[in-house]
């Protein structure tokens, strides 16, 4: 068994969609990034990156290379997956927390869940999506910006 950890940062500007968990979020701020600046799916790739000691999602997906500007991040996790697929690990679960002021996301982490297991060929039961506040705090409390967390766990594929 390995475990991964992930985490993603990114300010939140006017004049930008906010993803997060592969679900557009109505909102006056939108993530700032090279692709679609989905925080959690950033830390989610990192996290099964990480587990497998694979590097990090700016190795695989430079953010200076053209082919990526403005990709949606749900391929990224799915280009990512299959890098652990080809080493014959399997996800066995996700556990993952957003930290933003607002907007509130407990509306839509059961999509998140799902579009997450959906790529990673589990169940929307081994997908955990959390939110948390800094209670008005730094950059995030002054909605500047948010942060995702991720851990995985991945398992060797038994090979019959």
Same mark, same amino acid.
């Given at each position: 068994?390995?475990?991964?950890?992930?985490?993603?940062?990114?300010?939140? $500007?006017?004049?930008? !969609?906010?993803? %997060?968990?592969?679900?557009?979020?109505?909102?006056? #701020?939108? /993530?700032?990034?090279?692709?679609?600046?989905?925080?959690?799916?950033?830390?989610?790739?990192?996290?099964?990156?990480?587990?497998?000691?694979?590097?990090?999602?700016?190795?695989?997906?430079?953010?200076?290379?053209?082919?990526?500007?403005?990709?949606?991040?749900?391929?990224?996790?799915?280009?990512?997956?299959?890098?652990?697929?080809?080493?014959?690990?399997? $996800?066995?679960?996700? !556990?993952?927390? %957003?930290?933003?002021?607002?907007?509130?996301?407990? #509306?839509? /982490?059961?999509?998140?869940?799902?579009?997450?297991?959906?790529?990673?060929?589990?169940?929307?039961?081994?997908?955990?999506?959390?939110?948390?506040?800094?209670?008005?705090?730094?950059?995030?409390?002054?909605?500047?910006?948010?942060?995702?967390?991720?851990?995985?766990?991945?398992?060797?594929?038994?090979?019959?």
């Amino acid at each position: 068994m390995r475990i991964g950890f992930g985490i993603d940062f990114h300010q939140l $500007v006017e004049g930008r !969609d906010l993803w %997060i968990g592969g679900v557009k979020i109505p909102h006056h #701020k939108g /993530s700032l990034g090279h692709s679609d600046a989905d925080v959690l799916l950033h830390a989610i790739c990192d996290a099964l990156l990480g587990a497998l000691a694979l590097g990090d999602i700016g190795m695989h997906f430079p953010n200076t290379d053209p082919a990526y500007k403005g990709i949606d991040s749900k391929i990224l996790l799915q280009r990512t997956y299959e890098l652990i697929k080809a080493r014959n690990y399997r $996800v066995v679960n996700v !556990d993952s927390s %957003i930290c933003l002021e607002a907007p509130k996301i407990k #509306k839509y /982490s059961d999509q998140m869940r799902s579009i997450i297991a959906g790529i990673l060929e589990i169940t929307g039961q081994e997908v955990s999506v959390k939110a948390t506040t800094t209670e008005t705090m730094g950059f995030v409390g002054r909605e500047e910006g948010l942060v995702a967390y991720a851990t995985v766990l991945l398992e060797p594929v038994k090979v019959i």
